[in-house]
């Protein structure tokens, strides 16, 4: 499980939503739950795009791709 620093503001009626670790993922929401899932969403698909985007990048080259574990 990974964990990213979520940010709400409000703005008017709605709540904006974003991860500071990755840019890129960034919601809206009428409430606050609704951004908080909303959030969830967008990071999963960001992550999910740019691991495609780098298989791609590196089809047919001599690169490896392993797993990374961080402890902040």
Avoid: C, S
Avoid at 59 to 71: F, N, P, Q, T, Y
């Amino acid at each position: 499980m990974n964990k990213f620093t979520a940010v709400f503001e409000r703005d008017g009626d709605w709540w904006i939503g974003y991860v500071e670790e990755l840019p890129g993922a960034n919601t809206q929401g009428r409430t606050l739950e609704e951004a908080r899932e909303n959030l969830k969403e967008a990071v999963a698909l960001v992550i999910e795009a740019n691991r495609e985007l780098t298989r791609i990048e590196v089809m047919g080259k001599d690169a490896i791709r392993e797993e990374l574990l961080v402890a902040a």
